[in-house]
């Protein structure tokens, strides 16, 4: 009985040998890149760099110049569902709210992500994005302030021209202090 079950023990031992991955296989290194990306991956800090410009000319007021990062056909979103299309109608949207209805901006706790998408999970375009956490302190035109988080996604074309934009804010607060139910 023994030598059976040494016997028996032995041959799962060799099966399970023989089926061990070949040893030759490369194990990918953090920090090193492997021939096969993932669905997902870091990108370059530039989108980092790109996206910071962007939004300092945008707390400064300056809608042509963060405008001048945006690609033609552009699509600013909001997460309630509104959304603009055309660099066009977003410049004419946000010159109209910078003048009329916010009289400053000031961004602060800034966390920035860039990412580059190679296989969509859902409705996302394929390439880089680049993900932005901050916090916003409002003065409005009615001399009200509210400080509120804000969260905005941008996609990169191969030229390095923001095409999308998905900003994700409660605008409860903002219809609140402007008096708008």
């Known amino acids: ?9 032995c041959l799962v031992v060799v099966a399970a040998c023989k089926n061990e991955p070949d040893k030759t296989t ?8 492997t021939t096969t990306p993932g669905p997902v991956a870091f990108a370059d800090q530039k989108y980092v760099d790109l996206g910071k410009k962007a939004w300092e ?3 400064a007021g300056d ?14 979103r909001w997460s309630a569902g ?17 003048t009329n209805v916010i009289d400053s901006l000031h961004f ?7 990412l580059n998408v190679n296989q969509p999970q859902s409705i996302e375009q394929k390439g880089v994005w680049l993900l932005n956490w901050y916090k916003v302190k409002a003065t409005y035109k009615n001399k009200k302030t509210l400080s ?6 941008m996609h ?26």
Do not use: C
């Open 1 to 9: 009985m023994k030598q059976f079950l040494l016997a028996a023990i």
């Open 26 to 33: 490369q194990t990918a290194i953090a920090g090193e890149t």
């Open 57 to 59: 000319l945008f707390e």
């Open 63 to 76: 809608i042509d110049g963060w405008a001048g990062k945006f690609a033609d056909n552009a699509i600013f």
């Open 82 to 98: 509104d959304s603009l299309a055309g660099k066009a109608a977003i410049v004419k949207y946000w010159k109209d709210r910078r």
């Open 108 to 114: 602060s706790n800034e966390i920035w992500l860039p």
């Open 148 to 153: 509120f988080w804000v969260h905005t996604d």
């Open 156 to 181: 990169f074309t191969n030229d390095n021209l923001i095409d999308e934009v998905i900003q994700y804010i409660d605008r409860a607060p903002i219809n609140e202090a402007l008096g708008k139910k």
